[in-house]
């Protein structure tokens, strides 16, 4: 296990994306909820920097009784970080591809301990 001084949990508040570098690797970190997830900072749409982005609630259709939608909200329980070159959409807490769950960012575990986050950069999750 490589684990790698991330950053300082108190420089990450909840809720929140920053990338970071670690051994030359651009790393996308979200704190969201009491829990750090750790990705790639790299959109598999066309290689831009996602954790650029911004956090957004996933769209959700909000129905009448006889299944109309009758408008639309943001999710509470599922958040997206979305790529600023093209929109592209991923569930911070599993990195899949919101329209295409097959795809999933690459990710790697995380450690939290006394206050400071440590990733491993070698391990793949």
Request: proline content about 5%; charged content about 30%; glycine content about 8%.
């Amino acid at each position: 296990m490589a684990e790698r001084f991330a950053i300082h949990l108190d420089e990450l508040p909840d809720p929140s994306a920053r990338v970071v570098v670690i051994d030359n690797r651009e790393i996308g970190l979200v704190h969201l909820k009491g829990q750090v997830y750790a990705y790639s900072n790299w959109c598999l749409h066309q290689g831009g920097p996602v954790f650029e982005g911004t956090l957004l609630g996933k769209v959700e259709a909000v129905l009448r009784e006889d299944r109309t939608v009758a408008g639309e909200r943001f999710s509470e329980d599922e958040i997206h970080i979305v790529c600023p070159w093209h929109g592209y959409e991923y569930d911070v807490t599993t990195g899949e591809c919101a329209p295409d769950r097959r795809l999933k960012l690459r990710r790697y575990p995380v450690t939290v301990r006394d206050g400071a986050v440590y990733v491993d950069c070698d391990a793949r999750r």
